[in-house]
């Protein structure tokens, strides 16, 4: 009971034909939980959203109501002067990426932006991976 999670999916997605690349979703979903909600107190949840942007795109929303990037990237800082961690699960993402642009000649469009709240402080972080359905 750490943290609470949704799993969403648009009610026109057919869910036996749409195919997402291996790992693709995992990696963001676990840096929301180790990096945006591990240091936050309270209420902490992690929503994920697989939707069609139109008929060539699925779109999974990943959003968390952590501490945000700067904060997680200061902690990491701090952190990282004592433990070497290499973090693999982005760079496995990118390289997926790159395989499925050679093999499909097609672009897997990745953004990363923070949630602020009505008082404009940062109040968790979103991303939105754009997959073609083509894969």
């Known amino acids: ?18 195919k997402i690349p291996n790992l693709m979703v ?11 909600l ?24 990943i959003t968390d109501n952590g501490i945000g990037r700067q904060k997680a990237g200061e902690i990491k800082e701090s952190k990282s002067l004592n433990i070497k961690h290499e973090s693999k699960g982005m760079q496995l993402v990118k390289d997926k990426i790159e395989v499925l ?3 499909f000649g097609k672009d897997v469009l990745i953004e990363i932006a923070d949630v602020r709240n009505h008082t404009n402080e940062v109040s968790g972080t979103t991303v939105l991976i754009s997959l073609p359905l083509t894969y």
């Open 38 to 61: 591990m240091h936050k107190e309270g209420n902490r949840k992690v929503d994920i959203k697989f939707s069609l942007l139109n008929e060539q795109a699925l779109v999974c929303e």
């Open 1 to 18: 009971e750490s943290f609470e999670y949704h799993i969403y999916s648009d009610e026109n997605l057919d869910l036996d034909e749409i």
């Open 101 to 103: 642009r050679q093999q």
């Open 26 to 36: 995992q990696p963001f979903v676990e840096n929301a939980i180790w990096h945006g």
